[in-house]
């Protein structure tokens, strides 16, 4: 019985408390959701990749047009790598200041 009433108790109190379970719920912090994308669209970039080599295997392309898309796909990997540095370089340069005004 006792056990029952504890449990009851606590269940109301998480209702009631304003820090109930919603409120306990931690967000995601914007360098978290940054890198979250980022995953995301380095994962975009792997899959298309593949889905272009895939496709040359299939077909009777010249030796220069494969070393042409080779080049292209790698220039694309490098762009993209070079533009999530950015973003996550940004994205602490913002904070910076923020926390120096504490």
């Known amino acids: ?4 009433l504890l449990t009851l108790g606590l269940g ?3 209702l009631v408390c304003p ?6 719920q ?6 978290q959701q940054l890198k979250t994308r980022q995953k995301a669209d380095w994962r975009a970039l792997k899959f298309s990749q593949a889905a272009q080599k895939a496709s040359m295997r299939r077909t009777n392309i010249p030796r220069a047009q ?3 898309i080779k080049h292209q796909m790698a220039r694309a990997r ?3 790598r070079e ?6 370089q940004q994205m ?7 926390r120096a005004g504490r």
């Open 66 to 68: 494969r070393v042409a």
């Open 26 to 31: 931690i967000q995601l912090s914007q360098m």
């Open 92 to 98: 602490k340069d913002q904070a910076r200041p923020m």
């Open 78 to 80: 490098r762009e993209l």
């Open 83 to 88: 533009k999530q540095r950015d973003e996550r």
């Open 1 to 4: 019985m006792r056990r029952v």
């Open 19 to 24: 820090m109930g379970l919603g409120a306990r």
């Open 12 to 14: 109301w109190a998480l």
